[in-house]
T-cell receptor, first 111, second 115 residues
């Protein structure tokens, strides 16, 4: 089952914050976050493992709530370079190795 | 340089023809994946393989076939049974999940257009 992402799109002014959510209907083992620019391959941001871990990558951080089977990606003080489509990929506890992605969240950061 | 190569970058085929997309990696990764991406949509898993000579269907395997005869190679064949094959195809690889959890590396993709 593919994870569900929300919102579908968000428009930000430079310096503003945003949150992208990713939820699964099944128990999660790991959550992977990627960003894709138009016409390019997705670029890895971070991985989170079950255990409520929080990680960061520059001013982008993420959390993993094992109980709620969801993860959130936080874009803090957004920069123009943050524009792109963000995907969460999930690996469930009953299907190791099978990495499935959500539909993506399009982020547009304006000056 | 280590990485994943997909060829060709753009591919045009006539309706009813089978076409094979190439994916090669020199990262010594055990697991390889094929995803399909349609405009404005996410990445949908077609097939994946965690070890040589073994592969599993993903969410949209109908109309596609794969082989994994070598660790470095995971070609995808789009058959004439695939009703709407025009899309952007991405290949990816990563170390086997049995050795821990690792990031997945993506190739540059192949844009297939069926006329």
């Amino acid at each position: 089952q593919q994870p569900v992402q929300s919102p579908q799109a968000v428009i930000l002014r430079e310096g503003e914050d945003a949150v992208i959510n990713c939820s699964s209907s099944k128990a999660l083992y790991s959550v992977h976050w990627y960003r894709q620019k138009h016409g390019e391959a997705p670029v890895f941001l971070m991985i989170l493992l079950k255990g409520g871990e929080q990680k960061g990558h520059e001013k982008i951080s993420a959390s993993f709530n094992e109980k709620k089977q969801q993860s959130s990606l936080y874009l803090t003080a957004s920069q123009l370079s943050y524009s792109g489509t963000y995907f969460c990929g999930t690996e469930n506890t009953d299907s190791w190795g099978k990495l499935q992605f959500g539909a993506g969240t399009q982020v547009v950061v304006t000056p | 340089d280590g990485g994943i190569t997909q060829s060709p970058k753009y591919l045009f085929r006539k309706e009813g023809q089978n076409v094979t997309l190439s994916c090669e990696q020199n990262l010594n990764h055990d697991a390889m994946y094929w995803y399909r991406q349609d405009p404005g949509q996410g990445l949908r898993l077609i097939y994946y393989s965690q070890i040589v000579n073994d592969f599993q269907k993903g969410d949209i395997a109908e109309g596609y076939s794969v082989s994994r005869e070598k660790k470095e190679s995971f070609p995808l064949t789009v058959t004439s049974a695939q009703k709407n094959p025009t899309a952007f195809y991405l290949c990816a690889s990563r170390p086997s999940s049995g050795q821990g959890v690792y990031e997945q590396f993506f190739g540059p993709g192949t844009r297939l257009t069926v006329l």
